[in-house]
């Protein structure tokens, strides 16, 4: 893995642990995905776009590649995708959500900044953000500063 600064933005970091996740996840996606097109179309007597989830038609790009441009583009961690395929998992199993071509974009979308979000989020306490507003830095009456 290459190691970079969190801030650093201005450089795109390939990880070579990024493809197999990649590969793997559109694969399912994309097969789950047909699987609940046929269903849609063959025993639910056709009814397309019934849940609030389904776009009006199927995006132009695929989710290998949307896949692709999400790990160039938003520096998370190969984790994020597992994490994301176990929220959709949870989703259509608790709510009873059927994964099709209409809705599998939103889906994957909504779930990768949700595992973003809960897994390569940088944030500091209230403590770290307020002292160089209020206090000096040289003022010796405060403890010094941790990460908390």
Avoid at 2 to 24: A, F
Wanted: glycine share 4%; proline share 7%.
């Amino acid at each position: 893995m290459v190691s970079r600064s969190k801030y650093d933005k201005t450089k795109v970091i390939n990880y070579p642990s990024y493809n197999r996740y990649i590969v793997v996840i559109a694969q399912l996606l994309t097969s789950l995905g047909r699987r609940g097109d046929y269903y849609t179309l063959n025993v639910g007597q056709g009814r397309k776009g019934s849940t609030v989830y389904d776009g009006p038609k199927c995006p132009p790009i695929s989710i290998e590649e949307y896949l692709n441009r999400w790990a160039r583009y938003s520096y998370c961690s190969p984790e994020t995708f597992v994490l994301a395929v176990m929220y959709i998992d949870r989703l259509s199993q608790m709510a009873s959500v059927l994964i099709t071509s209409l809705n599998v974009h939103r889906l994957l979308l909504t779930s990768l900044v949700i595992a973003a979000k809960v897994r390569d989020d940088v944030y500091f306490s209230n403590r770290v953000c307020l002292l160089p507003v209020f206090f000096s830095p040289e003022d010796p009456s405060l403890p010094p500063l941790s990460n908390q």
